[in-house]
């Protein structure tokens, strides 16, 4: 028995190192998050939102209508791409950006010159943070209910 608790904390620490690694990749590395002000402003925004979307969708899912943790985390991460690429577009086609773009150069070009992708990796950042912070939740609570003294 011991080994198994061995090897889950190991699992464990794995499962929250990739996360990180996936949080400084999406959100710090790849989109160039903090050169100017104005990117900082958006990737707060970006991540903030993401984060929130996600927390939201796993206390409805988990807690409120009892559905298992990597249902949860299934049901979360599809949500908040989803809500963040819709967003993506209605602020894509608020701005007169959708029918130019898509009809002289292309979706690839389009996608890129309004920043999608790098609005869909911050909103990556913030989904990994909240399914980080939901793990250490989730350990944490497992652990103090694991070394719960006996009642006398």
Not at 119 to 130: E, I
Request: aromatic share 12%; net charge positive.
């Amino acid at each position: 028995m011991d080994t198994k608790i061995k090897s889950q904390k190991n699992v464990n620490r794995w499962v929250r190192a990739v996360l990180l690694a996936g949080i400084v990749y999406f959100g710090f590395i790849l989109p160039d998050s903090f050169s100017t002000h104005d990117k900082i402003l958006h990737f707060s925004a970006h991540v903030g939102m993401s984060f929130f979307v996600a927390v939201c969708m796993y206390v409805i899912c988990n807690i409120m209508l009892h559905l298992s943790k990597s249902r949860s985390l299934l049901i979360l991460t599809f949500a908040t791409l989803i809500i963040g690429a819709i967003y993506k577009y209605l602020e894509i086609s608020s701005q007169g950006l959708l029918g130019n773009y898509l009809h002289n150069y292309g979706l690839a070009i389009l996608l890129k010159a309004t920043g999608c992708y790098t609005s869909m990796s911050q909103n990556m950042a913030g989904l990994l943070t909240a399914i980080l912070l939901i793990e250490y939740i989730i350990s944490y609570f497992r652990e103090r209910s694991s070394h719960r003294p006996l009642a006398v």
